[in-house]
């Protein structure tokens, strides 16, 4: 009796706290193996509205037919950035199924929706906000969820990494300090979902890569000469899908 009343008083005060008693949210994490990219969809599990984040042209089919099989409506097919190593299958998802694709203005690509701070993806009850964190690209972006409970960090904070800083006009120092800045002050128990992992990892917390990520606890000087000396060769895909990705993948002028 007792336990039931108590777990009854933590159920309310939960959805008292988050102010979420009737939303429901689905979340999809999906990897493609060749540039070890993750795409998301996340959507309301009520409405069936439905973000689709950082597609990959290969693997397009497969997230069509998951989104047919979860009865989900896309309202916007979104990249974090103009991705160096994928060709992006936002342009895919857009001519299946007419949905709007959206990047950051900042990127210099073209897209249906251009984004700038602060803005939202709206998709049923729920909204993505945009938080502009520069240093792998000028344009990259990291998506929160309205209850900051997740973010989508693209390829600014990865798990106990980071992205490069050494072409696409990257900068560490910008880097450094947009991560700081701008996913730092989330809470601690804010997930953070990357846009790519090469170790097998899947989630991580704001509070762990706050302790945990070797690049990011250093200074922002050594931070700058560890990224200036890291020495990684060019991504094979770079001249393919850095020009796809401008056009958000979409190979027709129509668009
Ligand atoms: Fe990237």
């Not at 249906?112 to 990259?140: I, K, N, S, Y």
């Not at 990892?201 to 990224?227: A, I, Q």
């Not at 895909?237 to 958000?248: E, G, I, Q, Y």
Request: aromatic share 6%; proline share 5%.
């Amino acid at each position: 009796m007792f336990s039931r009343h108590v777990s009854r008083a933590v159920a309310i005060a939960r959805s008292v706290a988050t102010g979420a008693a009737d939303r429901k949210l689905l979340l999809r994490q999906l990897f493609e193996p060749a540039s070890c990219t993750y795409t998301y969809v996340i959507a309301d599990a009520r409405s069936r509205d439905a973000v689709v984040i950082d597609p990959v042209l290969e693997t397009a089919p497969r997230d069509l037919r998951l989104l047919r099989e979860l009865r989900l409506r896309v309202r916007w097919a979104v990249n974090t950035h103009v991705h160096a190593d994928h060709v992006t299958g936002s342009g895919a998802l857009r001519l299946a199924l007419s949905c709007p694709t959206a990047i950051s203005g900042a990127s210099g690509a073209r897209a249906d929706r251009l984004l700038g701070e602060g803005e939202e993806l709206r998709f049923g009850a729920f909204a993505l906000q945009v938080r502009p964190t520069p240093g792998h690209t000028p344009g990259c972006i990291t998506l929160v969820l309205d209850d900051q409970s997740a973010a989508f960090t693209g390829d600014a904070l990865l798990i106990r990494g980071c992205g490069r800083t050494d072409f696409q006009q990257g900068c560490p120092r910008t880097l450094y300090r947009s991560i700081h800045e701008q996913i730092f002050t989330l809470p601690e128990s804010c997930h953070i979902y990357p846009g790519h992992d090469y170790c097998g990892h899947t989630v991580s917390t704001v509070g762990e890569e706050k302790r945990l990520n070797p690049r990011l606890t250093l200074s922002e000087d050594e931070f700058v000469r560890v990224m200036d000396g890291l020495g990684l060769p060019r991504p094979k895909l770079m001249d393919v899908a850095v020009p796809a990705n401008l056009r958000c993948g979409i190979q027709d002028d129509a668009a």
